[in-house]
């Protein structure tokens, strides 16, 4: 039992702190004591099945027992020097990062979370270029930093606009309104003659890097077109504009995979991530950069820091959680449980008429729901649909954590989970599903 009541943690949440994307008198914050493997649990003894990972993050699981001794174990050790100085853990973690990350992503700036790490792959890369602007896509989030809410196309960039000049939008490989049924390498085709055509107007030795999440996150679970990545990669070399793959939630085994876009067979120049480097335990986030980019940094000056870059305490942490993770193969585990996270949306599908589509790579996915047969979304872009919040209500009160945006319900749970609880999950979905099915049009 906690000491506070569940009205006292709520209620003092809300009086004395700020809740992220909202107006704070209007959440309803899910109070949380405690947290294990795929569950969370309330103060009055209600439970949870995390579907989402938490903000899919936390890709290990809640409070995994091994990972929890080392970090005890850790503070008795080194818990914090400043960044100038050289340590056991930043000299280990980073070698085997080397040998993790492929190709040649050797070196590896450490930050506090995903939107530093994008803040410092900007700085990294116009340094690098000596060239000031930067693209990316319109459907993504890289953060809510000065710089990673400009690289952002949703629409939480919109109120936090103007921001620096230099950051060029582009459409993505599968645009909002595709409908007219092109294969992939037409998609790709397109998206790319479009690209280039981009890059030439706005002067190709002014652009420094496209960003990219290398699989599209909470604008939609978009997975790469096939060929996209590397003929993309192609196109950006021939200009010299370098790559960064935006990793902050796909990495770390969440598509079946180390890094999504091991998928595209590429190497980026550059890749950013956090959350499942700690499984979200601490804080923490890097810039990993190829040899040539690092070898730029050993005669000039990287013009950056951070009180906590590379804290002990932080690199102590991650390097317990990617054991785990590796020791224990989840990341194998995530692309075996790929194809019956698929058969479970298949089968909702099949059975309400108000499942529009689904796509998941390794347990990364989403059910997008639609208002008509005519396959018209529940939500248009941005929108809202009252039955969304009732969905969300139903969860809450039938035991299910997870993320609804718009007209989607994500499937994102921790990579240890079992058969069983992810076949629990989507029976609670299902459930729920009934609801979207009294408001479908026909
Ligand atoms: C793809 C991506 N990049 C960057 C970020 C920002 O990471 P953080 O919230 O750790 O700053 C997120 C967070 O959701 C993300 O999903």
């Known amino acids: 039992m906690s000491a506070m009541t569940e009205q006292e943690i709520v209620e003092l949440s809300k009086k004395h702190t700020l809740f992220s994307w909202s107006a704070t008198g209007k959440v309803n914050p899910l109070p949380v004591t405690d947290a294990r493997g795929v569950w969370l649990h309330g103060p009055n003894g209600q439970k949870w099945l995390d579907f989402n990972s938490q903000l899919m993050s936390v890709n290990i699981g809640h409070s995994h027992p091994k990972v929890v001794a080392k970090m005890k174990a850790a503070c008795d050790k080194l818990l914090f020097v400043y960044p100038g100085a050289a340590t056991e853990v930043r000299a280990r973690f980073s070698q085997k990062l080397a040998t993790l990350f492929p190709g040649d992503l050797n070196t590896f700036f450490f930050t506090l979370g995903g939107a530093e790490a994008n803040e410092n792959a900007v700085r990294a890369a116009r340094l690098f270029t000596g060239r000031q602007k930067i693209l990316s896509r319109y459907r993504s989030y890289h953060g809510a930093t000065g710089n990673a809410i400009q690289l952002t196309g949703d629409p939480r960039r919109w109120p936090n606009e103007p921001g620096g000049p230099g950051f060029v939008k582009v459409m993505d490989p599968t645009p909002w309104d595709y409908s007219f049924g092109a294969n992939d390498e037409q998609i790709v085709e397109n998206n790319l003659r479009y690209l280039d055509e981009v ?244």
């Open 199 to 442: 890059i030439r107007f706005e002067g190709p030795n002014t652009i420094a890097a496209m960003f990219i999440e290398s699989v599209t996150g909470t604008n939609g679970i978009l997975i790469p077109p096939k060929g996209y990545l590397k003929k993309l990669k192609a196109l950006l070399d021939s200009y010299g504009i370098l790559l960064v793959c935006d990793e902050v939630m796909a990495g770390w085994g969440r598509t079946g995979k180390l890094f999504g876009f091991e998928h595209g067979d590429i190497v980026p120049d550059m890749v950013t991530t956090a959350k499942g480097l700690t499984s979200s335990y601490v804080p923490l986030g890097l810039v990993a950069v190829s040899d040539r980019i690092a070898a730029h940094f050993q005669n000039n000056v990287f013009w950056g820091g951070l009180t906590y870059n590379a804290h002990p305490f932080c690199l102590e942490v991650a390097e317990a959680v990617v054991d785990t993770l590796l020791e224990e193969k989840m990341v194998e585990h995530a692309a075996k449980l790929e194809p019956v996270m698929r058969a479970h949306h298949e089968r909702l599908k099949a059975k309400h008429r108000s499942v529009r589509t689904y796509r998941n790579i390794g347990l990364f996915g989403l059910i997008e729901l639609q208002k008509n047969a005519k396959g018209e979304r529940l939500v248009p872009y941005n929108g809202a649909h009252p039955v969304m919040g009732k969905i969300g209500d139903f969860f809450r009160n039938n035991g299910l954590f997870t993320m609804i945006q718009g007209g989607t319900i994500f499937s994102n749970p921790p990579l240890c989970i079992t058969e069983a609880e992810l076949a629990t999950g989507f029976e609670i979905v299902d459930r729920a599903l009934s609801l979207a099915d009294e408001v479908f049009e026909g």
